[in-house]
Protein backbone atom coordinates (compact mmCIF):
# COMPACT_ATOMS: atom_id res chain seq x y z
CA UNK A 1 0.00 0.00 0.00
CA UNK A 2 1.71 3.35 -1.45
CA UNK A 3 1.64 6.26 1.38
CA UNK A 4 -1.10 8.25 0.19
CA UNK A 5 -3.72 5.34 0.14
CA UNK A 6 -2.87 4.68 3.59
CA UNK A 7 -3.19 8.23 5.22
CA UNK A 8 -6.28 8.50 2.84
CA UNK A 9 -7.55 5.10 4.65
CA UNK A 10 -6.44 6.07 8.38
CA UNK A 11 -7.96 9.53 7.61
CA UNK A 12 -11.33 7.59 6.56
CA UNK A 13 -10.75 5.84 9.82
CA UNK A 14 -10.52 8.83 11.90
CA UNK A 15 -13.19 10.35 10.69
CA UNK A 16 -15.75 7.57 10.49
CA UNK A 17 -14.64 7.44 14.91
CA UNK A 18 -15.42 10.83 15.08
CA UNK A 19 -18.93 11.11 13.21
CA UNK A 20 -19.44 8.15 15.47
CA UNK A 21 -18.86 9.38 18.57
CA UNK A 22 -20.61 12.64 17.58
CA UNK A 23 -23.51 10.68 17.33
CA UNK A 24 -23.64 8.77 20.35
CA UNK A 25 -22.80 12.03 22.24
CA UNK A 26 -25.48 13.81 20.50
CA UNK A 27 -28.26 11.03 21.47
CA UNK A 28 -26.73 10.60 24.81
CA UNK A 29 -27.02 14.59 25.31
CA UNK A 30 -30.87 14.61 23.68
CA UNK A 31 -31.69 11.55 26.27
CA UNK A 32 -30.15 13.16 29.61
CA UNK A 33 -32.16 16.46 27.99
CA UNK A 34 -35.17 14.45 28.15
CA UNK A 35 -34.81 12.89 31.63
CA UNK A 36 -33.74 16.36 32.85
CA UNK A 37 -37.41 17.65 31.29
CA UNK A 38 -39.27 14.83 33.04
CA UNK A 39 -37.54 15.44 36.02
CA UNK A 40 -38.33 18.64 36.49
CA UNK A 41 -41.88 18.00 35.90
CA UNK A 42 -42.17 15.31 38.18
CA UNK A 43 -40.22 17.24 40.77
CA UNK A 44 -37.79 14.95 41.50
CA UNK A 45 -34.31 14.56 40.35
CA UNK A 46 -34.16 11.51 37.74
CA UNK A 47 -30.19 11.82 37.47
CA UNK A 48 -29.28 8.45 38.71
CA UNK A 49 -31.31 6.80 36.09
CA UNK A 50 -31.02 8.16 32.57
CA UNK A 51 -27.76 6.72 30.67
CA UNK A 52 -24.00 7.84 30.28
CA UNK A 53 -23.18 11.32 30.18
CA UNK A 54 -22.40 12.81 27.02
CA UNK A 55 -19.17 13.87 28.16
CA UNK A 56 -17.93 9.95 28.04
CA UNK A 57 -18.69 9.45 24.59
CA UNK A 58 -16.85 13.04 23.45
CA UNK A 59 -13.82 11.87 25.19
CA UNK A 60 -13.83 8.53 24.28
CA UNK A 61 -14.09 9.46 20.82
CA UNK A 62 -11.11 11.61 20.87
CA UNK A 63 -9.27 9.14 22.74
CA UNK A 64 -9.87 6.64 20.01
CA UNK A 65 -9.08 8.81 16.81
CA UNK A 66 -5.88 9.75 18.70
CA UNK A 67 -4.98 6.11 19.72
CA UNK A 68 -5.54 5.52 15.50
CA UNK A 69 -4.26 8.22 14.12
CA UNK A 70 -0.68 8.68 16.67
CA UNK A 71 -0.05 4.61 16.01
CA UNK A 72 -0.60 4.87 12.29
CA UNK A 73 1.81 7.66 12.51
CA UNK A 74 4.27 5.86 13.98
CA UNK A 75 4.09 2.95 12.06
CA UNK A 76 3.73 4.52 8.54
CA UNK A 77 7.02 4.97 7.46
CA UNK A 78 8.00 1.38 8.32
CA UNK A 79 4.54 0.44 6.67
CA UNK A 80 5.20 2.82 3.26
CA UNK A 81 9.10 1.41 3.45
CA UNK A 82 8.44 -1.93 2.63
CA UNK A 83 6.09 -1.12 0.12
CA UNK A 84 9.00 1.04 -1.53
CA UNK A 85 11.50 -1.38 -1.43
CA UNK A 86 8.99 -4.20 -2.86
CA UNK A 87 8.31 -1.36 -6.16
CA UNK A 88 11.65 -1.31 -6.78
CA UNK A 89 12.47 -5.01 -6.45
CA UNK A 90 9.67 -5.45 -9.07
CA UNK A 91 11.16 -3.22 -11.04
CA UNK A 92 14.52 -4.57 -11.20
CA UNK A 93 13.12 -7.51 -11.89
CA UNK A 94 10.81 -6.79 -14.96
CA UNK A 95 13.06 -3.88 -16.21
CA UNK A 96 11.05 -0.89 -18.32
CA UNK A 97 13.72 0.20 -20.74
CA UNK A 98 14.66 -2.62 -23.06
CA UNK A 99 17.38 -0.57 -24.63
CA UNK A 100 19.51 -1.44 -21.30
CA UNK A 101 22.62 -3.45 -22.34
CA UNK A 102 24.33 -4.07 -18.46
CA UNK A 103 23.11 -7.81 -17.31
CA UNK A 104 21.36 -7.56 -14.16
CA UNK A 105 23.84 -9.63 -12.18
CA UNK A 106 26.18 -6.85 -12.18
CA UNK A 107 23.65 -4.00 -11.78
CA UNK A 108 22.01 -5.99 -8.94
CA UNK A 109 24.03 -6.08 -5.44
CA UNK A 110 23.72 -9.55 -3.25
CA UNK A 111 21.20 -7.77 -1.12
CA UNK A 112 18.96 -7.12 -4.11
CA UNK A 113 19.92 -3.37 -4.26
CA UNK A 114 21.37 -1.56 -7.20
CA UNK A 115 24.74 -1.12 -7.38
CA UNK A 116 25.01 2.76 -8.58
CA UNK A 117 29.08 2.06 -10.05
CA UNK A 118 27.22 -0.22 -12.87
CA UNK A 119 24.05 1.22 -13.61
CA UNK A 120 24.24 5.25 -11.69
CA UNK A 121 21.32 6.55 -14.23
CA UNK A 122 18.89 3.16 -12.94
CA UNK A 123 19.87 4.97 -9.57
CA UNK A 124 18.51 8.06 -10.04
CA UNK A 125 15.47 6.67 -11.79
CA UNK A 126 14.37 4.76 -9.02
CA UNK A 127 14.73 7.49 -6.44
CA UNK A 128 11.86 9.45 -8.80
CA UNK A 129 8.22 9.33 -8.86
CA UNK A 130 6.89 7.75 -11.83
CA UNK A 131 5.75 11.08 -13.76
CA UNK A 132 9.24 12.50 -13.26
CA UNK A 133 11.15 9.02 -14.37
CA UNK A 134 8.72 8.84 -17.75
CA UNK A 135 10.02 12.22 -18.35
CA UNK A 136 13.75 11.60 -17.58
CA UNK A 137 13.99 8.43 -19.23
CA UNK A 138 13.41 9.38 -22.87
CA UNK A 139 15.70 12.10 -22.27
CA UNK A 140 18.76 9.97 -21.15
CA UNK A 141 17.96 7.49 -23.57
CA UNK A 142 17.45 10.40 -26.50
CA UNK A 143 19.51 13.26 -25.79
CA UNK A 144 18.56 16.24 -27.34
CA UNK A 145 14.80 15.13 -27.68
CA UNK A 146 12.52 18.07 -28.20
CA UNK A 147 9.83 18.88 -25.77
CA UNK A 148 7.07 17.41 -28.19
CA UNK A 149 8.49 14.35 -28.73
CA UNK A 150 9.06 14.00 -24.72
CA UNK A 151 4.86 14.99 -24.78
CA UNK A 152 4.22 12.43 -27.22
CA UNK A 153 6.47 9.71 -25.80
CA UNK A 154 5.19 10.36 -21.94
CA UNK A 155 1.40 10.80 -22.75
CA UNK A 156 1.60 13.88 -20.96
CA UNK A 157 -0.20 17.31 -21.32
CA UNK A 158 1.84 20.17 -22.83
CA UNK A 159 1.73 22.22 -19.19
CA UNK A 160 2.40 18.56 -17.68
CA UNK A 161 5.52 18.12 -19.39
CA UNK A 162 7.10 21.34 -18.76
CA UNK A 163 6.17 21.66 -15.37
CA UNK A 164 7.82 18.19 -14.55
CA UNK A 165 11.03 19.42 -17.15
CA UNK A 166 11.05 22.55 -14.91
CA UNK A 167 11.34 20.71 -11.65
CA UNK A 168 13.70 18.30 -12.76
CA UNK A 169 15.63 21.12 -14.12
CA UNK A 170 15.78 23.36 -11.08
CA UNK A 171 17.34 19.93 -9.44
CA UNK A 172 19.49 19.59 -11.99
CA UNK A 173 18.90 16.48 -13.52
CA UNK A 174 18.96 17.49 -17.06
CA UNK A 175 18.60 21.29 -19.39
CA UNK A 176 16.89 22.73 -21.83
CA UNK A 177 17.98 24.52 -25.09
CA UNK A 178 15.62 27.15 -26.98
CA UNK A 179 15.18 25.85 -30.44
CA UNK A 180 12.37 28.00 -32.08
CA UNK A 181 8.82 27.30 -30.62
CA UNK A 182 10.35 24.41 -28.20
CA UNK A 183 12.98 23.09 -26.71
CA UNK A 184 15.68 20.29 -26.99
CA UNK A 185 16.39 19.13 -23.90
CA UNK A 186 19.61 17.48 -22.94
CA UNK A 187 20.45 15.27 -19.18
CA UNK A 188 22.70 17.41 -17.18
CA UNK A 189 26.71 16.65 -17.61
CA UNK A 190 26.47 14.83 -13.46
CA UNK A 191 23.82 12.08 -15.23
CA UNK A 192 25.83 12.00 -18.71
CA UNK A 193 29.68 11.32 -16.42
CA UNK A 194 28.17 9.03 -14.54
CA UNK A 195 26.36 7.15 -17.46
CA UNK A 196 29.25 7.00 -19.25
CA UNK A 197 31.07 5.20 -16.32
Do not use: C
Amino acid sequence: MNRRRADTVVSGLVAAVLVVGGVLSWQAYQQQQAFDQMGSMMGTSMGSVHGTNPLWYILGTFLVSAVIGGGYLVIRDEVTSIDVNDRSQDEMANPTDPEEDESPEVAIQSNGAINPESQPQARVLDLLPDDERRILEPVISSPGITQVELRDRSNFSKSKVSQTVSALEKRGLLYRERQGRTYRIYPSDDLQRKQAN
